[in-house]
């Protein structure tokens, strides 16, 4: 299993930025994809999440009404779309695969928002 983010980078208050998840190495299309945020001195923790079947999501209070989790299952790509960032969202931003027992993480794409 193999995933790759990328997309992250320094925005000012209130901009929007698009993460993408490509993603290798098992059936893309059947399984939870998720997306996890560590923050400095913080533990990393669930955010958004896109079941396999119906593509139904979840958010947590936090970015709730300003993120958006999609996913393209032509590609295999995980998207997060991000608008009304707040310094709050300055975090590293991991996609995650729950497989055969093992959660699998990308390397991670650092999200910094700052004016």
């Known amino acids: 299993v193999h995933l790759v983010e990328s997309g992250g980078g320094l925005v000012q208050p209130g901009g929007s930025l698009r993460l993408s998840c490509t993603a290798s190495?098992?059936?893309?299309?059947?399984?939870?994809k998720n997306w996890y945020r560590q923050a400095p001195g913080k533990e990393r923790e669930l955010f958004a999440t896109?079941?396999?079947?119906?593509?139904?999501?979840y958010y947590a209070d936090s970015v709730k009404g300003r993120f958006a989790i999609s996913r393209s299952d032509f590609n295999n790509s995980l998207i997060l779309q991000m608008n009304s960032l707040k310094p709050e969202d300055t975090a590293v931003y991991y996609c995650?695969?729950?497989?055969?027992?093992?959660?699998?993480w990308g390397q991670g794409t650092p999200v910094t928002v700052s004016s």
């Open positions: 995650n695969v729950y497989y055969r027992g093992r959660n699998f």
């Open positions: 190495g098992f059936p893309f299309s059947i399984y939870v």
């Open positions: 896109i079941s396999d079947s119906d593509g139904r999501t």
